[in-house]
């Protein structure tokens, strides 16, 4: 019986050692691999991050990319490494699991330059070229075309026979071509159709890989890749004029918010309102008010305080107009130059006025979450602030459109507009449509700022950026006609983003100011004037 007992024992050990050995084996070249972290030369980590790479262990992943972010460390003493969380707690690499106890004295970060991080990019995207989720295999495959590592070439294939989503396998094939291109060993065939796949990616990573071709190759592979070339860029200056258009449309519709109330106060009264500017900066301080108490009671509601400040900045700018009308404006209709001096002054108090409460320097206004961020949208970038920017302004124009022509009021400020003394003999009070009007274009300057305050600096002076802009597009749109403010802000906002690259920001400004005075002296109601008796006396 004890012989039996005593054999099932040793049978027991036996295979506990060979399951030892049999582990030890499994991750012999892992722990040989992270050895190599410890040495402290660049050649060194190299061997190792490869290492790892094709270890095949589960913390390989997690391994690169703590290298990647600085967050990889080793003591030279202990020949030991660890995985620093971004919290600052460290993981033993070779295990996983936490690391507990004192950290060695001597531990320090593994220093990597830009070869091994495209050899860490690379190998990243090789581990997870097989991800469940198709977002990581694109991502991977890009880090691939980028890195051009021939050593994941066989990954890359591998993945490219077993990839479905339509996104990912154009990219694993564009990775594959890169690779292929800059393998010295690859046929002039192969070349000349990964340079056929590249010149079809079409972007300016794909002109950068044409261009860092070596000099010597053959001569159909070189046709190739100057054809390439040729229709990259002809499809980057197409990208690059739909960018400039984009800007032009994104630039117009700040200039349509900044002019649409100024259009509506000077087209009915005709009065030259240089405090236009501060409305916006008002709505602009509102937003930063708003935020501020969210942000002190319950910062919770930040992604709801632009719905929250809009009301509010309305009825302060609208307020604020109602009273300038009521006690300054009024008394000097008929003489122009008395309004345009006394709303210049009061400008100046207003800045002056805000000054004093919130101070000269430029207060700190977020932006929400949904507002936040970029999308890439063909071969432009699209930022979400200035899409939902370009959004609003036009949906505050169809809003104010829909005003005047479906409301009692918007009836009595276009019959004012039209002819005075007839809408006077009619019943309607001038004066007060005069009031509400004036209110209702401060009102609209001051939503504007609430917008304006998402791309722009919120300081006392925020006003003075925009008012000659605005009467410039009011004056060339055509007075008091809002469609016509509307064309004008893109017509301007596009001509000055194709101006700048060839002129300046300043010189090409300066450029649409003397093409707005050319165009004046032939048509001085601009593009769309107004009819109606008065206005046409």
Not at 228 to 249: C, D, E, F, M
Not at 407 to 430: C, D, H, K, Y
Request: charged share 15%.
């Amino acid at each position: 019986m004890r012989d039996v007992h005593g054999r099932v024992a040793a049978l027991v050990f036996a295979l506990g050692l060979i399951l030892a050995g049999a582990t030890v084996a499994h991750a012999g070249p892992y722990e040989d691999a992270l050895a190599k972290f410890t040495e402290g030369s660049l050649s060194d980590t190299g061997d190792g991050i490869n290492g790892v790479a094709v270890s095949g262990n589960p913390l390989a992943e997690r391994v690169l990319a703590a290298l990647k972010d600085g967050r990889l460390m080793f003591s030279a003493e202990k020949k030991t490494v660890y995985i620093q969380a971004k919290n600052g707690k460290l993981f033993d690499a070779f295990t996983g699991k936490p690391f507990t106890g004192k950290p060695p004295d001597d531990i320090d970060n593994v220093i990597v330059n830009n070869r091994l991080r495209n050899v860490i990019d690379a190998d990243l995207g090789a581990l997870t070229l097989m991800s469940r989720n198709s977002n990581r295999r694109f991502d991977a495959a890009q880090a691939v075309f980028r890195s051009r590592d021939l050593s994941v070439l066989p990954n890359v294939e591998k993945a490219l026979a077993e990839e479905t989503d339509p996104r990912t396998k154009r990219a694993l094939e564009q990775a594959r071509a890169a690779i292929l291109l800059y393998d010295a060993k690859s046929s002039a065939a192969d070349k000349i159709a990964a340079t056929a796949v590249i010149g079809d990616r079409g972007d300016q990573d794909s002109l950068g890989l044409l261009d860092g071709l070596p000099p010597d190759l053959p001569p159909a592979v070189h046709a190739a890749v100057a054809a390439a070339r040729a229709s990259i860029a002809h499809t980057l200056a197409l990208w690059n004029g739909v960018q400039n258009a984009w800007y032009g449309l994104s630039l117009g519709s700040v200039l349509l918010l900044a002019a649409i109330g100024l259009a509506i106060t000077f087209g009915v009264m005709g009065v030259i309102n240089m405090a236009h500017g501060e409305m916006v900066m008002l709505g602009a301080y509102v937003t930063f008010v708003v935020q501020q108490a969210i942000r002190a009671y319950d910062p919770n509601l930040f992604d709801y305080s632009l719905a929250i400040a809009l009301p509010l900045a309305f009825a302060v700018a609208g307020g604020v107009g109602i009273v300038i009308e009521r006690t300054i404006i009024r008394f000097l209709y008929g003489r122009p130059l008395e309004t345009l001096l006394a709303t210049w002054g009061l400008s100046l108090i207003l800045q002056q006025t805000v000054r004093t409460i919130f101070g000269p320097t430029n207060e700190d206004v977020g932006n929400p979450s949904w507002m936040s961020g970029a999308f890439d949208f063909g071969g432009i970038t699209i930022t979400y602030n200035r899409l939902w920017i370009v959004c609003f302004a036009f949906a505050v124009f169809l809003a104010l459109l829909a005003i005047l022509r479906y409301t009692r009021f918007g009836l009595e400020m276009r019959a004012v507009t039209q002819n005075r003394p007839m809408a006077a003999s009619m019943g309607i009070r001038t004066g007060r449509v005069d009031a509400l009007t004036f209110g209702l274009g401060s009102a609209i300057a001051g939503i504007a700022g609430v917008a304006l305050s998402q791309i722009d600096n919120v300081s006392p002076n925020l006003g003075q950026g925009y008012i000659i802009d605005s009467f410039m597009v009011v004056v060339f749109g055509g007075v008091g006609n809002l469609w016509g403010t509307a064309v004008g802000a893109l017509t301007l906002g596009i001509a000055n983003k194709f101006l700048e690259p060839y002129a300046g920001a300043v010189l090409g400004k300066i450029a649409v100011l003397i093409l707005i005075i050319l165009f004046i002296q032939k048509r001085p109601r601009g593009m769309f004037a107004l009819k109606g008796r008065t206005v046409e006396a």
